[in-house]
């Protein structure tokens, strides 16, 4: 997948479970889903923790979005 590293360069990234792109600014976060309980269902939103911006909702789970470290972001990247 292509993001930008810890440097603001855009390039090629291991696909890995968890962690997703924002289709906004381009930058990895790790995403954590959780199962919304059966009649207290509500939107949520998927909110980049960068940028703030919505990459998508949902009225099955909830989004629990991280930024990545410099390091984390390193240790992922495609050689
Ligand atoms: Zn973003």
Redesign the pocket.
Known sequence: MLAYDENGNLREFEECENIVV?N??K?LYRQRTEEQVPGFRDVDDDI?P??H?SNGRSGDVEFHNEPLSDEEVKSLKKN
């Open positions: 924002c906004h600014c930058k980049c960068y940028c911006e």
